[in-house]
């Protein structure tokens, strides 16, 4: 591989569909000696009412608060004993693990795996314990400029019908309500083989990991398991709103700015994400860093993302400014906003972008989680297991006309929620 | 971790070489042999803000260039201020290597350091400390730091005093920058996809010509034994508290601090090395205080550094609980390792441990460059590749016995967050709306 980057693709990643629906897909690294796992299920935040707002994430969590044959000290006694590392979490599509061992533990990590997705008892003590570490951390979260400027951003941005509005690790009102009974019948329903992928990366033999995967899992059926449901329709903002969430004591407030994004299958993604980048990612952070950092000084960190997952995420900016230079930072932003959508990125600019996207691969492909997450990545979204193959050609094929295009067709300065947390009001 | 090479160029600079051929990429690394424990008063966080201003570049290479050029390849770079290092980084596909090579050497020498760049990067640096401030975690500790060290630069934060940041002044950030930055106080590293003599052979083209200076003088002071317990408390508007104790401990360079490893992993898990951290659920202090319901989560740091620092370890209290049942809970654990050995199980758990934290430390080329420029700056390279082997050789006889002599109340400072409910508490959900 040292003349060139081998690139994961349908020729050197395998990929097993199991009777029951489970997608299993290895890729072989013998660069390193740990393996790496990751994959996802159908079971979301997207399947539960705004009342059981976190039921998702505190099902997933407590998955390995103990099973039918192993407790909660069985569990990580057998993970920590090896050095290994297994977490689940739920976000709002998808509940999402991830994994990593010497790579002659993997069939210690998939049995523990298997175990905890399929067999979980929802003890009754060991959850409320972890119920209090969570109601913890949310409460320390409310003090938090960045997670509140974040929510009341989200909150604004999409109104209360629509799965996104909310938080998917619930709230200091709705966790506390929610019972173990609730945890094994969300569980009941919506784990299951469909819908579900596991990758595998890492100095192990595809065949020996795709039978350690069958052995533990392919038995696995639950027939009632709910189609995804369809994410209502939504308007993006009509015009500008902001929003301010006062937080005594602080030194420091946050700013999110910004609106609805593409989905990552929306024709435009690709263009809207090389905007972004000349927006607010490339080099130290883009046009928007150039102005607030680099020119002005008023930020440590300012700069734009865009989420592009299953549904229309947001396209948001971020900047953490001294409560006296709030208004020059958000007027900085949007005139930076008002340039992208009224001028067509420059030859230059466009050219960087392109060559920092495709340069970049080696970079995110050199360990096993890179690797691992660009597979799932391809998988979750479709996108054909010759994305990175193509990826290069799709890239280089945007014109400028394109960029401006997706800008117009997501960006308006005049029609954004913008929300502050900090200091003062 | 076979197969590095060590040189040293006339003019001191020392160069480190490892080949790695996995993959087509190559990480390059210069470290300086700065950081803030050399800071005096009136001018801590110098050498963090000194690093901030390399990033404005140099005449062959403006700091807008700079980010461009590196990243239209695709590479990755930035930089870190640590107590006892600054160090710089580019990550590269292999055949672009060359313009990290150019770029550190030139900016060894010819940063520019302009009045107006140095006041624009002071609102940076004094946001990045208000950024940090919004944290109870960053007062407490850097309370509790001042506390433990009364004369050592291991005192303050390496973000410096915000007076000093107001304060110091163009002239202080670049003879700063003069008296540090030379090849003869340098560690340069490359781990990757080349060949060890053409690389050595480029690396002397370009750095070999760069004049050695005068050997920094040292700002240094030795902190004095502790005798007796301190004690700090923090209070700021917030909702959740917080315990840190933190205990003087010995330089990594030295046996003990292996055996402390070794201890902390029993104690709070094991420490993750950049490649992945793991879980540390059934470690004891996670039985005592988390399994308790009296913490939301324990964690314990031990830092590898040059001088005697500190080990410590952090506690999120529950609401309802108070910081005295938590010491009390962890005092009872802390004299129990002191007072018997650990299970020969425990200890071989901790070394499986280590084995696997270090083998996923070492699967990317930027974590091992990283790590030999570390080791080589506070002791020598082989200490990283010898880290594994030295814990293997740990004893449950030793880890009582580094209890017994550091874990002691006499050598250790308590730190309280104390949050106070103040107005925000009462509309703690509430918003407001401007339309």
Request: charged share 20%; no cysteine; hydrophobic share 40%.
């Given at each position: 591989?040292?003349?060139g980057i081998?690139?994961?693709?349908p020729?050197?990643?395998t990929?097993?569909?199991?009777?029951n629906?489970?997608v299993v897909?290895?890729?072989?690294?013998?660069?390193?000696?740990?393996?790496?796992?990751?994959g996802?299920?159908?079971?979301?935040?997207?399947?539960e009412?705004?009342a059981q707002?976190?039921?998702?994430?505190?099902t997933?969590?407590?998955?390995?608060?103990?099973?039918?044959?192993?407790?909660f000290n069985?569990?990580?006694t057998?993970?920590?004993?090896i050095?290994?590392?297994?977490?689940v979490g739920?976000?709002?599509?998808?509940?999402?693990?991830s994994?990593?061992a010497?790579?002659?533990?993997?069939p210690t990590?998939i049995?523990?795996l298997a175990?905890?997705l399929?067999h979980?008892?929802f003890p009754?003590a060991?959850v409320?314990r972890l119920r209090?570490e969570?109601l913890?951390?949310?409460?320390?979260?409310?003090?938090d400029?960045?997670y509140?400027a974040?929510?009341?951003?989200?909150?604004?941005l999409?109104?209360d019908s629509?799965p996104?509005?909310?938080?998917?690790?619930?709230?200091?009102?709705?966790?506390?309500?929610?019972?173990?009974?609730?945890l094994?019948?969300?569980?009941?329903r919506?784990y299951?083989?469909?819908?579900?992928?596991i990758t595998?990366?890492?100095?192990v033999?595809?065949?020996?990991?795709?039978?350690?995967?069958?052995?533990?899992?392919s038995?696995?059926?639950?027939?009632?398991?709910p189609?995804?449901p369809?994410?209502?329709?939504?308007?993006p903002p009509q015009?500008?709103?902001?929003?301010?969430?006062?937080?005594?004591?602080?030194?420091q407030?946050?700013i999110?700015m910004?609106t609805?994004?593409?989905?990552?299958?929306?024709e435009?993604?690709?263009?809207?994400?090389?905007?972004?980048?000349?927006l607010?990612?490339?080099g130290?952070?883009?046009?928007?860093?150039?102005e607030v950092?680099?020119?002005?000084?008023?930020?440590?960190?300012?700069?734009?993302?865009i989420?592009?997952g299953?549904?229309p995420g947001?396209?948001?900016v971020?900047?953490?400014?001294?409560?006296a230079?709030?208004?020059?930072?958000?007027?900085s932003?949007?005139h930076?906003?008002?340039?992208?959508?009224t001028?067509p990125v420059?030859?230059?600019?466009?050219s960087?972008?392109?060559s920092?996207?495709?340069g970049?691969l080696?970079?995110?492909?050199?360990?096993?989680?890179?690797?691992?997450?660009?597979?799932?990545?391809?998988?979750?979204?479709?996108?054909g297991?010759?994305?990175?193959l193509?990826?290069r050609?799709r890239?280089?094929a945007?014109?400028q006309?394109?960029?401006l295009?997706?800008?117009?067709?997501?960006l308006n300065?005049?029609a954004l929620?913008?929300?502050?947390?900090g200091?003062?009001? | 971790?076979?197969?590095?090479?060590?040189h040293q160029?006339?003019?001191?600079?020392?160069?480190l070489?490892?080949?790695q051929?996995?993959?087509?990429?190559?990480?390059?690394?210069?470290?300086y042999?700065i950081?803030?424990?050399?800071e005096?008063?009136?001018q801590?966080?110098?050498s963090?803000?000194?690093?901030?201003?390399?990033?404005k570049?140099?005449?062959q290479?403006?700091?807008?260039?700079?980010?461009?050029?590196?990243s239209?390849?695709?590479?990755?770079w930035?930089a870190m201020?640590?107590?006892?290092?600054?160090v710089?980084?580019e990550?590269?596909p292999?055949d672009?290597?060359?313009?990290?090579?150019?770029?550190e050497?030139?900016?060894?020498?010819?940063a520019r350091f302009?009045?107006?760049?140095?006041e624009?990067?002071?609102?940076v640096i004094?946001?990045?400390?208000q950024?940090?401030?919004?944290?109870?975690?960053?007062?407490?500790?850097e309370?509790?730091?001042?506390?433990?060290?009364r004369?050592?630069?291991?005192h303050?934060?390496?973000?410096g005093?915000?007076?000093?940041?107001?304060?110091?002044?163009?002239?202080d950030?670049y003879?700063?920058?003069?008296?540090?930055y030379?090849?003869?106080?340098a560690?340069?590293?490359?781990v990757?996809?080349?060949?060890?003599?053409?690389?050595?052979?480029?690396i002397?083209?370009?750095?070999?010509?760069i004049?050695a200076?005068?050997?920094?003088?040292?700002?240094?002071?030795?902190?004095?034994?502790?005798?007796?317990?301190?004690?700090v408390?923090?209070?700021?508007?917030?909702?959740?508290?917080?315990l840190e104790?933190?205990?003087?401990?010995?330089?990594?360079?030295?046996?003990d601090?292996f055996?402390?490893?070794?201890?902390?992993?029993?104690?709070?898990?094991?420490?993750g090395?950049g490649?992945g951290?793991?879980d540390?659920?059934?470690?004891?202090?996670?039985?005592?205080?988390?399994?308790?319901e009296?913490?939301a989560?324990?964690?314990?740091?031990?830092?590898?550094?040059?001088d005697?620092?500190?080990y410590?370890?952090?506690?999120t209290?529950r609401?309802?609980?108070?910081?005295?049942e938590?010491e009390a809970?962890?005092d009872?654990?802390i004299?129990l390792?002191?007072n018997e050995n650990?299970?020969?199980?425990?200890?071989?758990k901790?070394?499986k441990?280590?084995?696997?934290?270090?083998?996923?430390?070492?699967?990317?080329?930027?974590?091992q460059?990283?790590w030999?420029?570390?080791?080589?700056?506070?002791?020598?390279?082989?200490?990283f590749?010898n880290?594994?082997?030295r814990?293997?050789?740990?004893?449950?006889e030793?880890?009582?016995?580094?209890?017994?002599?550091?874990?002691?109340?006499?050598?250790r400072?308590?730190?309280?967050?104390?949050p106070?409910?103040?107005?925000g508490?009462?509309?703690?959900?509430?918003m407001?709306?401007e339309?």
């Amino acid at each position: 591989m040292s003349n060139g980057i081998s690139l994961p693709g349908p020729h050197n990643i395998t990929r097993v569909e199991l009777e029951n629906g489970i997608v299993v897909l290895v890729y072989e690294n013998d660069a390193a000696q740990s393996v790496v796992i990751g994959g996802s299920l159908a079971a979301g935040s997207l399947y539960e009412t705004p009342a059981q707002s976190g039921l998702a994430a505190l099902t997933a969590s407590a998955l390995m608060r103990g099973t039918h044959s192993r407790d909660f000290n069985a569990i990580h006694t057998a993970l920590e004993d090896i050095g290994a590392d297994l977490d689940v979490g739920a976000g709002v599509h998808q509940t999402s693990f991830s994994g990593k061992a010497l790579a002659e533990d993997l069939p210690t990590l998939i049995e523990l795996l298997a175990d905890v997705l399929r067999h979980p008892a929802f003890p009754q003590a060991p959850v409320e314990r972890l119920r209090g570490e969570i109601l913890t951390g949310l409460q320390y979260r409310q003090q938090d400029t960045r997670y509140r400027a974040n929510r009341a951003f989200q909150e604004a941005l999409y109104p209360d019908s629509h799965p996104y509005h909310y938080s998917s690790r619930g709230t200091l009102d709705t966790l506390p309500r929610l019972t173990t009974a609730d945890l094994a019948q969300f569980h009941t329903r919506h784990y299951g083989p469909r819908g579900m992928v596991i990758t595998i990366v890492g100095a192990v033999q595809a065949a020996d990991a795709v039978s350690i995967v069958r052995q533990h899992l392919s038995d696995w059926r639950n027939p009632d398991q709910p189609p995804v449901p369809a994410l209502p329709a939504l308007r993006p903002p009509q015009e500008t709103r902001r929003v301010s969430v006062p937080i005594p004591g602080k030194t420091q407030s946050d700013i999110v700015m910004g609106t609805i994004g593409p989905a990552r299958k929306a024709e435009d993604y690709r263009a809207a994400a090389l905007v972004n980048s000349v927006l607010g990612q490339f080099g130290m952070m883009g046009r928007i860093g150039d102005e607030v950092r680099e020119k002005q000084g008023l930020a440590y960190y300012a700069y734009s993302g865009i989420e592009g997952g299953h549904g229309p995420g947001p396209w948001s900016v971020n900047a953490g400014v001294n409560p006296a230079n709030v208004d020059k930072a958000v007027n900085s932003i949007l005139h930076e906003i008002e340039r992208i959508i009224t001028e067509p990125v420059s030859a230059e600019d466009l050219s960087d972008n392109q060559s920092y996207f495709t340069g970049h691969l080696p970079l995110q492909l050199e360990s096993n989680e890179g690797l691992a997450a660009s597979i799932m990545h391809m998988e979750t979204y479709q996108l054909g297991l010759d994305n990175l193959l193509l990826f290069r050609s799709r890239i280089m094929a945007l014109r400028q006309e394109d960029l401006l295009a997706a800008a117009r067709n997501y960006l308006n300065p005049q029609a954004l929620i913008i929300a502050v947390a900090g200091p003062e009001a | 971790m076979a197969g590095v090479t060590r040189h040293q160029l006339s003019n001191g600079l020392t160069v480190l070489l490892k080949e790695q051929h996995n993959a087509p990429l190559i990480s390059w690394w210069v470290m300086y042999r700065i950081g803030s424990r050399n800071e005096r008063t009136g001018q801590t966080g110098i050498s963090h803000w000194v690093e901030h201003m390399m990033f404005k570049g140099t005449e062959q290479f403006p700091g807008s260039v700079l980010d461009k050029l590196i990243s239209r390849e695709g590479g990755s770079w930035n930089a870190m201020t640590s107590m006892d290092y600054t160090v710089y980084y580019e990550t590269m596909p292999a055949d672009q290597i060359d313009l990290g090579l150019r770029l550190e050497a030139d900016r060894m020498v010819n940063a520019r350091f302009t009045e107006a760049e140095v006041e624009s990067e002071r609102t940076v640096i004094i946001s990045e400390r208000q950024g940090a401030e919004n944290s109870p975690l960053f007062w407490l500790s850097e309370e509790v730091r001042a506390a433990a060290f009364r004369v050592h630069g291991y005192h303050h934060e390496i973000i410096g005093d915000m007076a000093d940041l107001e304060t110091m002044t163009r002239d202080d950030l670049y003879n700063h920058y003069r008296r540090h930055y030379m090849p003869n106080n340098a560690i340069a590293v490359a781990v990757g996809d080349f060949q060890t003599e053409a690389m050595l052979k480029r690396i002397e083209e370009l750095y070999g010509s760069i004049p050695a200076g005068d050997a920094p003088k040292l700002f240094a002071r030795p902190e004095p034994e502790q005798a007796g317990e301190r004690r700090v408390i923090v209070e700021r508007p917030h909702s959740t508290a917080f315990l840190e104790i933190a205990y003087h401990v010995p330089a990594s360079s030295h046996d003990d601090w292996f055996k402390l490893a070794i201890l902390n992993s029993v104690l709070t898990g094991p420490s993750g090395m950049g490649g992945g951290s793991i879980d540390n659920k059934t470690s004891r202090l996670y039985k005592a205080l988390v399994e308790t319901e009296l913490t939301a989560d324990v964690d314990g740091g031990l830092m590898a550094s040059i001088d005697p620092y500190l080990y410590d370890l952090v506690a999120t209290i529950r609401p309802g609980r108070t910081h005295e049942e938590v010491e009390a809970a962890l005092d009872e654990q802390i004299n129990l390792v002191r007072n018997e050995n650990i299970s020969q199980q425990e200890l071989d758990k901790a070394k499986k441990q280590a084995r696997a934290l270090f083998a996923y430390s070492t699967e990317r080329v930027s974590s091992q460059a990283y790590w030999l420029a570390f080791a080589e700056n506070f002791d020598r390279y082989t200490w990283f590749e010898n880290y594994v082997s030295r814990l293997e050789a740990v004893t449950v006889e030793d880890v009582r016995e580094v209890a017994q002599r550091y874990l002691r109340p006499q050598n250790r400072t308590v730190g309280w967050f104390v949050p106070l409910a103040g107005d925000g508490d009462e509309d703690m959900d509430d918003m407001e709306d401007e339309e």
